[in-house]
């Protein structure tokens, strides 16, 4: 039994032969599927200039999704802090949280959404990499922001994502929850959360410590289909490896014909080892150690498999198994 809430990131992946519309169309149904599941909470990652991964603003599929749904808290995860002004972020996400109370998660990132520089220059307007201070300060100001300017009932709830230490100390400064992204550097997790616990300073946000842990989740009724179905992002992955970011997320057939080499396939066989593909029992064995070994408060999953149909299956199984509700 999963001690702890489930919850689901949305990456909307473009499958290949597929339109960016046809990806946008499904975001809505996975919402609503979700919704009627019982899962905890959908967030919405920001990407740009990617063939893998749809451009749509987490803003405005959290707005379509909440006007969807009923019962989903709906949020970003994250909104990237550095491509954004702040008293625009804290209106965005307060107008939302205003109209949709008790609903709206404020997940803040540091990325720039895309491995491509001019890209990034030109969601920055010609400014380079942030500087941690900068960051900081972008934080604190959207913060200040949705209090003192927006001042609408009730506020989001914010979060700040992280994948590296320094992401926990800032979330554990500012007293914030932190939603660790174990789905991309499992190996910074423990200590990174280790770091957060000892120094947490409560908040106006958050009175102690508290914690959500992402982690790559692909459920079916076999672990070969479950590898199968893993596929395609193992080969998003091998061109990251290589320092390729312009791989299409291909289909399941073509990724099981991809050539793998020795180096690549180790580092995905040692990633897939800290995440949670393979039958329902394996998936519910591996996030109930990942919560425990974590102290996590919730789960978030992320499935980036190349049909609707699959993942839903995924979350639809793991709901099954599970036997009582994940809110």
């Known amino acids: 039994m999963i001690p702890v809430p489930l919850g689901a990131l949305e990456v909307a992946m473009v499958q290949a032969g597929t339109r960016a519309a046809d990806t946008l169309r499904d975001t809505t149904e996975f919402a609503r599927r979700l919704d009627g599941l019982g899962y905890r909470r959908l967030w919405y990652a920001e990407h740009h200039h990617s063939p893998a991964i749809g451009a749509f603003p987490p803003v405005v599929l959290t707005a379509h999704a909440a006007a969807s749904t009923s019962s989903l808290r709906l949020g970003s995860g994250g909104v990237l802090a550095p491509n954004h002004a702040p008293l625009m972020l804290a209106e965005q996400f307060g107008t939302l949280a205003a109209l949709h109370a008790g609903r709206i998660d404020l997940g803040i990132g540091r990325g720039p959404g895309t491995f491509d520089e001019p890209t990034a220059r030109a969601l920055r307007r010609g400014a380079g990499p942030t500087t941690d201070d900068e ?67 409560p908040s106006r946000w958050c009175g102690r410590p508290r914690v959500l842990v992402c982690v790559e989740t692909v459920c079916a009724g076999t672990p070969e289909e479950a590898a ?74 992320v499935t980036p498999v190349h049909a609707l149909a699959d993942r839903l299956r995924s979350y639809e199984l793991l709901r099954q198994h599970v036997g009582t509700p994940v809110l």
């Open 228 to 301: 199968r179905l893993a596929g395609p992002m193992d080969v998003v992955k091998a061109g990251l490896l290589q320092g390729k970011s312009d791989i299409p997320f291909p289909t399941p057939e073509r990724a099981a014909a991809h050539p793998f080499t020795a180096e690549e396939a180790r580092a995905l066989a040692g990633f897939r080892a800290q995440q949670a593909h393979g039958t329902p029992d394996t998936v519910t064995a591996r996030l109930t150690a990942l919560a425990e070994a974590t102290g996590a408060d919730e789960l978030m999953l």
């Open 135 to 201: 960051y900081r300060h972008d934080v604190s100001e959207t913060l200040r922001f949705l209090v003192e300017e927006v001042a609408l009932d009730p506020l989001p709830e914010p979060w700040l994502l992280s994948s590296s230490p320094a992401g926990a100390a800032l979330a554990a400064e500012l007293g914030l929850p932190i939603a660790f992204a174990h789905h991309i550097r499992p190996d910074h997790t423990l200590t990174a959360l280790g770091h957060y616990r000892a120094h947490f300073s």
